[in-house]
């Protein structure tokens, strides 16, 4: 998952559940989600667990997470689904922030300064 950065205002955490044979599996006893970044080597929580709504009937789960701030960098979002027989999986998903404006800017400077781009500010009268 890509998110723009500065603080984007939601970041919509999904989830969908199959049964071992594929099929769409529509029934959980639970399903949660947190979200974590990476500081050394410790974990910190950005988010604690959640519970996630079903989609209507569907084997969808999701929550939409309206964040206070978010800086660039990695997280990661650890989806917890409980079956009714106890039976749990869990996984985890990157969630990359990044800022569009300054990748565009960044990408700007480097074509300007290989020469593969005019800078608007350079004279044109050769």
Same mark, same amino acid.
């Not at 074509?111 to 004279?123: A, C, F, L, M, P």
């Given at each position: 998952?890509?998110?723009?950065?500065?603080?984007?205002?939601?970041?919509?955490?999904?989830?969908? $559940?199959?049964?071992?044979?594929?099929?769409?599996?529509?029934?959980?006893?639970? $399903?949660?989600?947190?979200?974590?970044?990476?500081?050394?080597?410790? !974990?910190?929580?950005?988010? $604690?667990?959640?519970?996630?709504?079903?989609?209507?009937?569907?084997?969808?789960?999701?929550?939409?997470?309206?964040?206070?701030?978010?800086?660039?960098?990695?997280? &990661? $979002?650890?989806?917890?689904?409980?079956?009714?027989?106890?039976?749990?999986?869990?996984?985890? !998903?990157?969630? %990359?922030?990044?800022? &569009?404006?300054?990748?565009?800017?960044?990408?700007?400077?480097?074509? %300007? @300064?290989?020469?593969? @781009?005019?800078?608007?500010?350079?004279?044109?009268?050769?």
């Amino acid at each position: 998952m890509l998110v723009e950065r500065p603080n984007p205002s939601q970041v919509a955490l999904q989830v969908t $559940a199959h049964n071992l044979d594929g099929t769409p599996k529509t029934v959980l006893a639970s $399903a949660t989600v947190r979200v974590y970044h990476m500081s050394g080597v410790s !974990e910190v929580e950005d988010l $604690a667990s959640t519970v996630l709504a079903q989609i209507g009937s569907s084997n969808t789960w999701r929550y939409v997470w309206t964040p206070v701030a978010l800086p660039v960098g990695q997280y &990661f $979002a650890e989806y917890a689904l409980e079956d009714s027989d106890g039976a749990t999986h869990v996984d985890v !998903e990157g969630i %990359v922030i990044q800022d &569009f404006a300054l990748q565009v800017d960044v990408e700007l400077i480097r074509k %300007v @300064e290989t020469g593969h @781009e005019r800078s608007r500010y350079s004279d044109t009268t050769d």
